[in-house]
């Protein structure tokens, strides 16, 4: 059961950042995850009334407040017309509508969850995370960090002319994936991103030219996959060299 004994909507970051730095309060984002556990909370942070909750573009980035909806990510024009509908895809099959409606992105990212479809998707592209204390950091790199009191501001995509594509393997549509993959290009790599493994999504780079069949065979041999309910490590692997071939095929 979640015990809350104060509810703060804050007026700016700094006041969030003071609050969230003792263990007995926590950011509450949508609330989805939070509300399945068992947890004392002090202080309940609340930052809706900080305008993060909006997907903003310019020449060269777009930029995704914490707390955006995933269902804002899914049917955003401009993130998907940019990037072939990837996000619309990522997304679709999260639970469902209600769920994506509440989910935010900043819960999802900065949760680090290993069954994110949204990390995968993220991870192979240029994206960076702006922390308020720690700056801007590639997600790549955020992903291995340890969790800290840090407040996740906004989610940043460069615009740098990648097309991705992303795929996962699920035993129902609304269900966590077995396995995600996302493989992005540019003129010169493929960035191939594999998570649900199931733990955090992985980012291997590739030159263009040395890409083969042997190559994602030895990419995946390389990754750790686990074993859980849904399946197996060995079948974990198999689905992941197909799925990506079939994202280098789609590209």
């Known amino acids: 059961m979640l015990n809350i ?13 003071e609050l969230n730095q003792k ?3 926590i950011l509450l984002g949508g609330m989805l995850w939070l509300k399945m556990g068992n947890r004392n909370i002090v202080n309940a942070i609340d930052l809706s009334g900080l305008g993060l909750d909006k997907i903003e573009e ?7 407040g914490c707390m955006c909806s995933l269902r804002a990510v899914e049917q955003s024009i ?3 017309k940019y990037f072939g509908n990837a996000f619309k895809e990522c997304t679709r099959h999260i639970v469902g509508v209600q769920f994506r409606n509440s989910a935010t992105i900043g819960g999802s990212v900065f949760g680090r969850y290993g069954f994110s479809d949204i990390l995968t998707c993220l991870q192979a592209l240029d994206t960076y995370v702006e922390l308020y204390k720690g700056g801007l950091i590639p997600l790549y790199k ?4 340890p969790r800290d ?4 501001v906004r989610i940043i995509i460069r615009k740098d002319g990648r097309n991705i594509q992303y795929l996962s ?5 609304t269900d966590f994936p077995i396995i995600a993959c996302a493989v992005a290009e ?36 390389e990754i750790i996959f686990g074993t859980n309910m849904r399946g197996s490590k060995e079948y974990r692997k198999q689905l992941a060299k197909v799925l990506v071939k079939r994202c280098i095929e789609k590209l």
């Open 78 to 80: 401009s993130l998907n």
């Open 5 to 17: 004994q104060n509810y703060v909507k804050v007026n700016n970051l700094a006041e969030a950042y």
């Open 186 to 221: 540019d003129e010169e790599k493929y960035y191939i991103s594999i998570g649900a493994r199931p733990a955090r999504a992985v980012l291997h780079m590739i030159d263009k030219d040395k890409m083969t069949a042997e190559t994602i065979d030895r990419v995946t041999d």
């Open 23 to 25: 263990r007995t309060n």
């Open 169 to 173: 393997q699920r035993m129902t549509q």
């Open 142 to 145: 955020f992903m291995t960090m």
């Open 149 to 152: 009191n840090d407040i996740l």
């Open 58 to 64: 310019d020449e060269n980035t777009f930029l995704i």
